[in-house]
């Protein structure tokens, strides 16, 4: 499977940086075409930057586009909120929903991510869907649990393994420098994969990225890690070098 290489901007920038991001990035691997052989390429701008950088860009084959959440409605009376239909509009394919920085400062919860997800689906976007658990879960012992139940509440019936990637993203490791052990990555990541079984009929064919604190210097490790099909990447996706540095890790 090809590798899902991911920038999640996060509220970083001005237009003129994501413009000079992403040129960069697009720049970068028409010089080096062996990344596009082996990687997939997406960044998510904030909202108001994803039309400044598709036309920063010729075109939006060599990176695609993402947004990093919308609203569970496609249009109206929504003040604030932005619909997955204006994400396709922008010329996103992809759409974060459910980081834990939502699922914390926003109280959202997987039953409500969920229902994004769906109309992320029938607006014909790519949903990645995040979890992780927190540290105190881990110590406890419970991070499949709180996987597990995060997955079946998270993920409506429209989900099919071409629709939908999960990024598995330890709490605890995202802007941290912390990344979790590469067994704990393993045994996380095949867990995910079983429990994707009860919901798909091709489990193997989902992207499962991991995310928190990747970077070039730990990206070869993770992502030759079985079952890590990509990465989601926060603040090493703010330099081309260090994003395009993970890619080549790969
Ligand atoms: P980080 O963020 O790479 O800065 O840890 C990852 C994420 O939150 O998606």
């Given amino acids: 499977m090809k590798k ?10 001005t237009i003129d940086t994501a413009k000079k991001l992403i040129a960069d990035i697009v720049n970068g691997i028409h010089e080096e075409p062996d990344l596009a052989e082996k990687c997939d390429f997406l960044v998510c701008p904030p909202f108001l930057h994803i039309y400044a950088a598709r036309h920063a860009i010729q075109t939006v084959d060599t990176v695609m586009l993402g947004g ?51 109309m992320a689906h029938e607006q014909g976007l790519i949903a990645i869907v995040c979890v992780g658990e927190t540290e105190e879960d881990r110590d406890e012992g419970e991070q499949e649990e709180v996987v597990a139940l995060q997955l079946r509440e998270s993920l409506p019936d429209t989900v099919t393994a071409e629709n939908t990637v999960i990024a598995y993203e330890p709490v605890w490791a995202i802007g941290t420098g912390k990344t979790a052990l590469p067994q704990d990555v393993k045994d996380m990541h095949a867990f995910i994969r079983k429990q994707l079984g009860r919901r798909v009929d091709n ?38 070098s260090e994003f395009l540095g993970i890619a080549r890790a790969a």
């Fill in 203 to 240: 489990p193997e064919k989902m992207k499962i990225l991991y995310g928190g604190s990747m970077k070039p210097e730990n990206a070869a490790d993770l992502l030759a890690t079985p079952n890590v099909d990509g990465g989601l990447i926060g603040g090493a996706s703010l330099k081309a």
């Fill in 68 to 118: 990093q959440d919308c609203f569970l409605k496609d249009n109206g009376a929504h003040t604030g909120d932005v619909s997955a239909r204006m994400l396709v509009d922008s010329g996103c394919k992809y759409v974060i929903l459910g980081h834990s920085e939502r699922r914390g400062f926003h109280n959202e919860s997987s039953v409500f991510i969920s229902r994004k997800v769906k």
């Fill in 4 to 13: 899902l290489i991911a920038g999640n901007w996060k509220m970083s920038g």
